[in-house]
Structures are given as structure tokens and as C-alpha cells.
């Protein structure tokens, strides 16, 4: 079989987009987030990343972006809200935000009404209607789906996420909810010891176990899991996505500060996309070759990409050395 040279060129790309990723030996479980300004090509770079993945490990790309273009580009219609094989080792799911909504305002409801019996005198699609205006609930439904994708047997999971302040917010919420857990656990082992100092005092009880601490218990485990998850470098990489304009450049700027302070990390790739090398964009290529992490340029295509090859195509477009070659010429 005679291997053309743009073979080789496609290989290597593929090769290096792993070893750039830390995909190159086998590890844990990965976890590519890909953040960017509505627009950018945040799920076109999701897929040829879970594509590139995939050559070598058990993928998952997954998207949490209510706005469903995933399903578009792979062309898998209908298969909204459960995990479906796109070729080879590369799974897919993309999430059904208000199903989702929906069946969380249910268990949270269920839930209630345990602890709540006088809540049984409701209606109980007015409490589930209740329950879904619950602020935080979009959120946590997006850290649900990504702990659930973490939980199957996926080697790497590339998460196309909803518009960057969104993505952002959700990132540092499991810290958040863990120090606000851990005050109303404080408050309710003091509340439940002095019940039970008084219950055995009169009526020489023993100590049983109490519900409403065993979930705050249970909650406080899975944000746990999560921030662990979201802080380690070895479980979770961090894919920021711009074009060279301002608008996208300035959001890429600011998630780089956000995640180095927030979560203590730092991208793992910075992907400069639809870069057409316009005399225009010479300013901002300029700034993000200076910055110190590592870099991936994706030329323009002629034709926006819309299916998974057209995507796959798009590797013939891709430069890992864009700024060493080019930045004596910005
Ligand atoms: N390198 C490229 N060259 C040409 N067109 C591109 C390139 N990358 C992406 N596009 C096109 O840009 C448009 C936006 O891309 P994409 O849907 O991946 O962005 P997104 O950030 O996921 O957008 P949204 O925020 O709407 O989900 C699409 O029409 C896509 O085909
Ligand atoms: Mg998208």
C-alpha cells in the first residue's frame, strides 16, 4: 500500500494533538472540557479532539450545551438524552436539558415530600413545578450528566459545554456547595446530638440514625467527587477555544484567569480557530502566540464543516507550530 506524504502529515498531526492532550501513554479516566464563546467551534473542536482520542482510547463525546448542535454534525437525529455509538471506539451523548430538568425537580420532590409529609396534601405535578423554577437546577443537572459520564467505562470524555460563564459557574460550584454542606452539617449533628441527649435522658432511647444527615452526608460526597475531579490536573484538562477576534480572545483571557484562580489550573490547550490569517487578526495572533501554554492553530476551511468527516478533514487544517514559524512575520 503506497502512503502518501499527507498521510504521514495527518498521522503525525494526530499523534502529537495526543501527546499535547497527555494522551500519549495509557492513564486513569481523561476529562477534556472544551470552553469557548458561543460560536468559536467549540463543538467542531470537541469532535476532531474525541476523534483523535478515539484512535486510541474508549471515547465519549459528550455535549451539555442545551443548544443540541451535536447531534447535528454527527447526524445521529433523534439520539438525544442516552449513549449512542458513533464508529469505532467513539460513543456520544448529547444531553436533553429540560428532560433532564424535569426528572431532577421529580426526585427532588420525592425527596421533599419524605421529609415534608404535610407536602402529600399537594398536588404533586404543582410541587414538581415548584421544584423546577428551583434556582441552580440547569446546574446541577450539567454536573450530574458529567459524573455520570465519569462513572461508565469511557477512557477519555470530551465535554462540548454551554457558553463560558455558564461553564465557568458550574466548574466552581461542587467548592461552594461543599463549604455551604459542611456549615448545615455542623449545624444539624448539633441539632440531632441534642435531640438524642434528651431523648435518651427521658425515655432512655438509642440512637438511631437520621435521614436528613445521611443525605446531607451523601450530597457532601458527591461535590467532593466532583471538585476532586475538576481540580486534578490528572483527571481534568482544560480546552479553551477563540478566533482571532476580540470578543472571543477577551473570553479566552478571562477563562484562563478564572480556572488558574478558581480551580487551581491551567489550560491544557489553547485552540485559536478559524484563523484565515487576515492582515486584521495580526494583533491578537500576536498576544496569544506570547502566551505560555501550549497551542493549536485551525486554519479556516473554505467550507464550514458540518459532519463528522467534514470535521475529520479539518486535521489537514490544524498547526501545532503556527506560532513558532509564523510570529517573526505578525
Ligand atoms: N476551522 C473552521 N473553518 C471554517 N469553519 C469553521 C471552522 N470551525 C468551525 N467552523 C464553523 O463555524 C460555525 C460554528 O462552529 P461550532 O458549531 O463548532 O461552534 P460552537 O462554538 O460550538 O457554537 P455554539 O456556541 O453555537 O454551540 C459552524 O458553522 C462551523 O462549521
Ligand atoms: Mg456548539
Not at 425537580?105 to 420525592?110: D, S, V
Not at 421544584?131 to 458529567?146: A, D, H, I, N
Not at 477563540?242 to 490547550?269: F, G, H
Not at 498576544?287 to 479539518?314: G, W
Request: hydrophobic share 40%; net charge neutral; charged share 25%.
Amino acid at each position: 500500500m503506497e502512503i502518501s506524504s499527507q498521510h504521514f502529515q495527518v498521522s503525525d498531526v494526530r499523534g502529537r494533538i495526543l501527546d499535547v492532550l497527555g494522551l500519549g501513554s495509557p492513564g486513569g479516566q481523561r476529562i477534556l472540557a472544551v470552553i469557548g464563546k458561543g460560536g468559536v467551534g467549540k463543538t467542531t473542536t470537541s469532535i476532531l479532539l474525541s476523534l483523535v482520542a478515539s484512535t486510541r482510547f474508549k471515547t465519549l463525546i459528550m455535549s451539555i450545551d442545551p443548544a443540541m448542535h451535536l447531534v447535528e454534525y454527527l447526524g445521529l437525529g433523534d439520539a438525544i438524552g442516552r449513549f449512542v455509538h458513533v464508529k469505532g471506539n467513539l460513543w456520544a451523548y448529547q444531553l436533553d436539558l429540560d428532560r433532564s430538568v424535569r426528572d431532577l425537580a421529580e426526585n427532588y420532590t420525592m425527596h421533599v415530600r419524605d421529609l415534608l409529609p404535610s407536602l402529600k396534601v399537594l398536588n404533586l405535578d404543582d410541587v414538581i413545578d415548584i421544584m423546577k423554577s428551583v434556582p441552580g437546577l440547569e446546574e446541577e443537572v450539567y454536573l450530574r450528566t458529567v459524573r455520570e459520564a465519569t462513572m461508565r467505562d469511557f477512557e477519555v470524555v470530551v465535554v462540548d459545554t454551554p457558553p463560558t460563564g455558564v461553564t465557568l459557574r458550574v466548574l466552581t460550584l461542587p467548592r461552594l456547595y461543599n463549604l455551604w454542606l459542611g456549615k448545615l452539617i455542623e449545624l444539624r449533628e448539633r441539632i440531632v446530638a441534642l435531640r438524642y441527649m434528651i431523648a435518651r435522658t427521658l425515655y432512655g432511647e438509642r440512637e438511631v440514625r437520621d435521614r436528613a444527615l445521611d443525605k446531607l452526608y451523601k450530597l457532601k460526597d458527591h461535590y467532593s467527587t466532583l471538585e476532586k475531579i475538576f481540580t486534578s490536573p490528572t483527571h481534568t484538562s482544560y480546552i479553551l477555544v477563540s478566533n482571532p477576534e476580540p470578543l472571543p480572545y477577551t473570553e479566552m483571557a478571562k477563562a484562563i484567569d478564572y480556572i488558574t484562580r478558581n480551580l487551581n489550573q491551567k489550560p491544557k490547550l489553547l485552540v485559536m480557530n478559524k484563523v484565515s490569517l487576515a492582515p486584521s487578526s495580526g494583533d491578537i495572533m500576536r498576544v496569544f502566540c506570547s502566551l505560555q501554554f501550549p497551542k493549536m492553530v485551525i486554519r479556516e476551511a473554505p467550507k464550514p464543516p458540518s459532519t463528522l468527516s467534514d470535521v475529520e478533514s479539518l486535521l489537514d487544517y490544524v498547526d501545532l507550530d503556527f506560532c513558532e514559524k509564523s510570529l517573526s512575520h505578525l
